[in-house]
């Protein structure tokens, strides 16, 4: 086939408010192209009053379905018929699957997607983990902590009050930690997990001497711009064992291809090299 989609192709896509930076259609575009596949993966940027309007339009449209990202994912939720036992527990939806009748259902693949991209790392490991954040990236890193059996988590987030809600939820053992007090919680730690957005580029830097952190813990940071945070590069420095952010968002991508294409794809340098060869390269 040519690379060019025919009026039989299926079509999936990204929705989000803005969502001109999604890296989705480069990672999905990618996979068509490795397997030949007659299809098409586009972004569509939605308005949040007119999220549900358009989500059902394209599902009425024939569409396979969305990969949903900011400010969307609590109403992708609210809006799917079913949704998996990960959805439901995180009250989020980050993928949509369209049934030929319209029906929508909701999965969530964020935690799956930060196993998955730990595993590949060769971070294998159990124990303490301390996770900063509390947010809906945090609440999806707690869950795949848990599937991965460490424990107990240490949750530490600026507003103390979301923090208790995520333990409340995800508990038991989930403890929380106040900001404050975030530093000394790296005792003893086999694994730290940057779920905020500080180090980000464009963002605030992330405040967090590393002294308490013992060497041989591994430490990752849900940010991918810039792949080395200043939190990793601090990190490694040390003799920890660091794993950037990139491989949960390529990870999290395969479940719906799978749904969507038929094809469950696979996650190597190539495709991190198509998704962000500018930042591989330091752009």
């Given at each position: 086939?040519?690379?060019?989609?025919?009026?039989?192709?299926?079509?999936?896509?990204?929705?989000g408010?803005?969502?001109?930076?999604?890296?989705?259609?480069?990672?999905?575009?990618?996979?068509?192209?490795?397997?030949?596949?007659d299809?098409?993966?586009?972004?569509?940027?939605?308005?949040?009053?007119?999220?549900?309007?358009a989500?059902?339009?394209?599902?009425?449209?024939g569409?396979a379905?969305l990969?949903?990202?900011?400010?969307?994912?609590?109403?992708?939720?609210?809006?799917?018929?079913?949704?998996?036992?990960t959805?439901?527990?995180?009250?989020?939806?980050?993928?949509?699957v369209?049934?030929?009748?319209?029906?929508?259902?909701?999965r969530?693949?964020?935690?799956?997607?930060?196993?998955?991209?730990?595993?590949?790392?060769?971070?294998?490991?159990?124990?303490t983990?301390?996770?900063?954040?509390?947010?809906?990236a945090a609440?999806?890193?707690?869950?795949a902590?848990q599937?991965?059996?460490?424990?107990?988590?240490?949750?530490?987030?600026?507003?103390a009050?979301?923090a208790?809600?995520?333990?409340a939820t995800l508990?038991?053992?989930?403890?929380?930690?106040?900001?404050?007090?975030?530093?000394?919680?790296?005792?003893?730690?086999a694994?730290?997990?940057?779920?905020?957005?500080?180090?980000m580029a464009?963002q605030?830097a992330?405040?967090?001497?590393?002294?308490?952190?013992?060497?041989?813990?591994?430490?990752?940071?849900?940010v991918?711009?810039?792949?080395?945070?200043?939190?990793?590069?601090?990190?490694?420095?040390r003799?920890?064992r660091?794993?950037?952010?990139?491989?949960?968002l390529?990870?999290?991508?395969?479940?719906?291809?799978?749904?969507w294409?038929?094809?469950?794809?696979a996650?190597?340098?190539?495709?991190?090299?198509?998704?962000?060869?500018?930042l591989?390269?330091?752009?």
């Open positions: 086939m040519t690379d060019l989609p025919s009026g039989k192709a299926v079509v999936a896509g990204v929705a408010w803005p969502v001109a930076h999604s890296r989705s259609p480069r990672l999905h575009g990618h996979w068509l192209k490795r397997h030949g596949i299809g098409l993966y586009a972004p569509f940027a939605i308005a949040p009053d007119d999220f549900e309007r989500v059902r339009g394209l599902a009425a449209a569409l379905g990969n949903v990202t900011l400010p969307h994912k609590e109403a992708a939720f609210a809006l799917s018929g079913r949704a998996d036992e959805a439901r527990r995180l009250g989020a939806v980050n993928t949509l369209f049934g030929p009748d319209g029906a929508i259902e909701g969530n693949t964020d935690a799956f997607g930060f196993a998955e991209n730990l595993n590949d790392s060769g971070v294998t490991g159990s124990g983990a301390v996770v900063l954040g509390a947010g809906g609440r999806a890193v707690v869950l902590l599937s991965l059996g460490y424990g107990p988590i240490r949750v530490s987030n600026r507003t009050a979301r208790d809600s995520l333990a508990g038991p053992g989930v403890d929380t930690v106040a900001w404050a007090g975030r530093a000394a919680a790296l005792a003893g730690a694994l730290l997990v940057n779920a905020t957005s500080l180090g464009g605030p992330l405040d967090l001497p590393l002294d308490d952190l013992p060497a041989g813990a591994a430490v990752t940071d849900i991918y711009t810039p792949l080395e945070t200043p939190l990793l590069a601090a990190a490694r420095s003799g920890c660091t794993v950037d952010g990139l491989g949960m390529l990870h999290q991508g395969r479940p719906g291809f799978h749904a294409f038929g094809v469950d794809p996650v190597d340098a190539d495709l991190r090299r198509a998704v962000a060869g500018d591989l390269m330091g752009g």
